[in-house]
């Protein structure tokens, strides 16, 4: 799979807007772009993914760049639970059965 | 909810004692893996299975292994524990294809002393 690279660690004011950047630059056409946090003491949890379109549920948004070498995960409210680190992961749909590989991801905090 | 259980939550244990870390899934998911994280580090890929009968080794050498024999099934065993095995071990599950998303556990958090 193709690298990630994210910011080590991010702050924002609680009920604030949070945009997690994560860029992308060999990126391949078949690669979906997934992010997956990790609160504190927990495991990993499915935030969300796409390809090349923008995509929206019920916990964030997704905005993929035209040029697809970057995304942005768009929190639209922090609170104080969205405190956890971020991970970008791209998962190449025929690279074959890869398992999900994790990098350091951004750390996010969130100030009450 | 993600239906994948990990037992137990929390383990503390001597030198040289054989454990075996517990996994179980219940959405019938043909994938599992199990993966290692030391606190505030990155998680490793220890070991992955496809299905029954299936085990390959991650991309972070370990001296634990593996087995699948039920799909719902894939425990974690340690022959001799050591210090060096402490850490969190988490244990995850997808479905067959690609572009599905992994469940977790909530890990078992390990120390030997």
């Known amino acids: 799979d193709a690298k990630t690279t994210q910011p080590n660690s991010m702050e924002s004011n609680e009920e604030e807007p949070v945009h997690l950047p994560c860029n992308h630059s060999?990126?391949?056409?078949?690669?979906?772009i997934h992010w997956y946090r990790q609160l504190p003491s927990q495991g990993p949890e499915y935030v969300i993914h796409?390809?090349?379109s923008n995509v929206n549920n019920r916990m964030a948004s997704l905005a993929i760049a035209e040029d697809r070498k970057s995304s942005t995960l768009i929190l639209h409210r922090a609170t104080l639970r969205d405190a956890a680190v971020y991970y970008c992961?791209?998962?190449?749909?025929?690279?074959?059965?890869?398992?999900?590989?994790f990098g350091k991801g951004t750390r996010l905090s969130v100030i009450a | 909810e993600a239906d994948i259980y990990q037992t137990p939550r929390y383990l503390v244990i001597g030198t040289g004692k054989k454990i075996t870390l517990e996994c179980s899934q219940t959405?019938?998911?043909?994938?599992m893996y199990w993966y290692q994280q030391d606190p505030g580090m990155e998680l490793h890929l220890i070991h992955y299975?496809?299905?029954?009968?299936?085990?390959e080794k991650g991309d972070l050498s370990s001296e634990s292994t593996v087995s699948r024999i039920r799909t719902e099934h894939f425990p974690l065993t340690l022959e001799s524990a050591r210090p060096s095995h402490t850490s969190q071990y988490l244990c995850?599950?997808?479905?067959?294809?690609?572009?599905?998303?992994?469940?977790f556990g909530q890990g078992t958090r390990l120390t030997v002393v």
């Open positions: 995850a599950s997808s479905e067959y294809w690609m572009n599905t998303e992994a469940f």
């Open positions: 060999t990126i391949s056409g078949t690669d979906y």
């Open positions: 796409g390809l090349t």
């Open positions: 992961i791209l998962r190449d749909v025929d690279s074959g059965n890869t398992p999900l590989v």
């Open positions: 959405m019938g998911h043909d994938k």
């Open positions: 299975s496809y299905g029954v009968n299936s085990t």
